[in-house]
């Protein structure tokens, strides 16, 4: 079988077993103190940051390398206040007539509702679409693979970035999303999955008061 051209894997680092479980336990607890924040401090981000995050998100594994996604970052007030309008349009939909009650009773400790102001408030709202197929330069059709599967581990990457270099986020997703394609100009081929906001969190942001599941309720080990 031939696995076109390999070339030696030089970033590889081992490090000796203790340095590793000190790292992946200094890593957890890094990662733990992520939380979805719903009130955004209104300061500007440096665009470099974004740049970089979204550079982390396109190194996630992902199905024959086609890296199926486009990210749209919006600072610009005007685009920020038309989604925000748009989102707001379909979640009074959703929270008034299309939610189920066990669904509204779900979302009851998250304190979620209809009013979206984070998306005019967070510096920064990146967009996440998924291409359902890519195109050459000569515009050719390209398969591509496990598009969701692909999707979702590069907005995991996104997120732990956001928090790595100290900022907040929110993962938004108004249903149905497709004002977000015309909005943002984006091709048919493309699918909006997501809206991350982006930035500080307000001086006196709350969250809710919620745990994860501990290891044993989320894990098997088969030894
Ligand atoms: N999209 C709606 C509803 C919502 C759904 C779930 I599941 C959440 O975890 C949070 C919200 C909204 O954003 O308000």
């Not at 500007?44 to 190194?59: F, K």
């Not at 209809?114 to 990146?126: F, S, T, V």
């Not at 000569?138 to 979702?152: P, Q």
């Amino acid at each position: 079988m031939s696995h076109g051209k390999l070339v030696p894997l030089s970033d590889y680092q081992e490090y000796p077993v203790e340095e590793m479980k000190s790292r992946s336990e200094k890593f957890y607890q890094m990662m733990r103190k992520r939380r979805t924040v719903r009130d955004f401090d209104t300061r500007t981000v440096p665009r470099e940051i974004i740049e970089s995050c979204l550079l982390t998100a396109g190194t996630a594994p992902n199905g024959a390398n086609m890296q199926p996604w486009t990210f749209v970052a919006i600072s610009a007030s005007d685009i920020k206040a038309k989604i925000r309008h748009a989102a707001e349009e379909v979640e009074r939909e959703f929270y008034q007539n299309r939610a189920p009650d066990y669904w509204l009773e779900a979302l009851g400790p998250l304190g979620t509702d209809e009013n979206k102001p984070h998306l005019e408030e967070a510096p920064y709202l990146i967009v996440v679409f998924s291409k359902q197929f890519s195109t050459t330069a000569d515009g050719e059709r390209l398969h591509n693979y496990y598009i969701s599967e692909s999707v979702g581990i590069a907005m995991g990457f996104l997120i732990s970035a956001i928090h790595n270099a100290g900022l907040a986020s929110l993962t938004h997703t108004p249903k149905p999303m497709s004002f977000l394609r015309e909005l943002l100009n984006r091709p048919k081929s493309e699918t909006p999955v997501l809206i991350l906001a982006v930035g500080y969190p307000k001086k006196d942001a709350c969250v809710p008061s919620i745990t994860k599941k501990p290891l044993e309720e989320i894990a098997v080990f088969v030894d």
